[in-house]
């Protein structure tokens, strides 16, 4: 009976140990599925974004070198104006919900790390979590300067907005042609830093896979 408890203890304290060592490291790929899903919709934004102002600088050009009855392409003007600041509110939302998600999973991951015993493990899961929020700081810095981006623009389109809409003709158009310009280029470097956001979003989800 002695020998049957010993045993007993043996295989408790054998299995204790085992248990001890198999503790779980951090899984990228399911404990960071929420970040993901917020980086898709992050990139869905972005792009969405891109798109309108894209059609922003086309409408402009056009009104720009227009002739003749000045309404109809100032109404495409006024559209697509709207069309970006709805899209623009949703990449701001994307990336304040991403950002949000990512602390707190992060958060969490940390004070996981603090309870592990084994030092190998923790060691990993230490080098995992480094890697990671490098990679996710990167993302979230090219997030944010290209949405600080976003406001000063979209001030400039409004502002051609109501310009034209208090007069439209050849002479105001061309009167204001400095401002279009202005706007045009500072649309464009916002297109660049946008493209550069997406293409960081997709590396972060590739890395990610």
């Known amino acids: ?27 990228n790929t399911s404990k960071l599925a929420p970040l993901v899903a917020r980086v898709e919709v992050s990139l869905d934004a972005h792009r969405a974004l891109i798109t309108k102002l894209q059609s922003d600088r086309k409408t402009l050009a056009e009104l720009v070198g227009a002739t003749g ?20 509110v949703a990449v701001s939302s994307a990336v304040a919900a991403l950002d949000q998600v990512a602390i ?8 996981e790390i603090r309870y592990l015993t084994d030092d190998r493990i923790k060691t990993s899961n230490e080098a ?27 001030a400039q389109l409004k502002s051609n907005v109501v310009y034209f809409k208090q007069t439209l003709d050849e002479a105001s158009v ?5 401002e279009l310009v202005a706007t045009d280029s500072d649309i464009e470097a916002l297109i660049g830093a946008l493209t550069n956001a997406v293409t960081q979003s997709d590396e972060f989800l590739k890395a990610m896979q």
């Not at 009976?1 to 899984?27: K, N, T």
């Not at 009855?69 to 623009?88: F, K």
């Open 1 to 27: 009976m002695r020998r049957i408890l010993c045993l007993g203890c043996f295989v408790f304290l054998a299995c204790c140990q085992a248990v001890s060592h198999a503790a779980p490291q951090w899984d």
């Open 104 to 111: 707190a999973l992060f958060e969490e991951w940390r004070s």
């Open 69 to 88: 009855d000045l309404e109809p392409i100032y109404m495409t003007v006024v559209n697509d104006y709207r069309g970006s600041i709805e899209s623009a």
């Open 128 to 154: 995992q979590f480094a890697a990671q929020w490098q990679r996710y700081e990167g993302l979230i810095r090219a997030l944010q300067q290209s949405e600080a981006m976003i406001d000063p623009v979209l």
């Open 174 to 178: 061309a009167a204001r042609k400095t």
